[in-house]
């Protein structure tokens, strides 16, 4: 039988640990460090908007940006570091949970995910930014 997207969010939520949108804006409050990655594709960034202080790494360049043994001319500054604080969102959450398991199986140690993305974020009332 075929894996299906579903599937690998499920497996993905059983693996890493999903916070709701008012807890992440507490760590992010709590732990200035911590890191926002959007994990959305530009044209869905744009109409969903980015979390404040947040960064946009496609899920699909998001295993590049984070290998540590890539040229550094391929990786993300901000992911240089295996203990910082991660969340991970996108616009309602399937992709930010795979994207939080494909890091934490990278070795990152402090990765989350936002529980149902950046659309949740929003619908409590909490601001996002237009990408630039």
Known sequence: MAWTFRQMVADARA?????EPE???RRGREQPNTLVIDVQDPIDLAACGLIPGGINITL???PIRADHELPLALRSPELRDFARPILVTCGV????ALGAHLLKRMGYKHVAFIEGGTAAWKAQGLDVERPA
């Not at 959450?93 to 930010?96: D, F, H, L, M």
């Open 15 to 19: 693996d890493v640990e999903g916070v």
């Open 93 to 96: 959450g399937g992709q930010a």
């Open 60 to 62: 699909g360049m998001l």
């Open 23 to 25: 807890e992440a804006r």
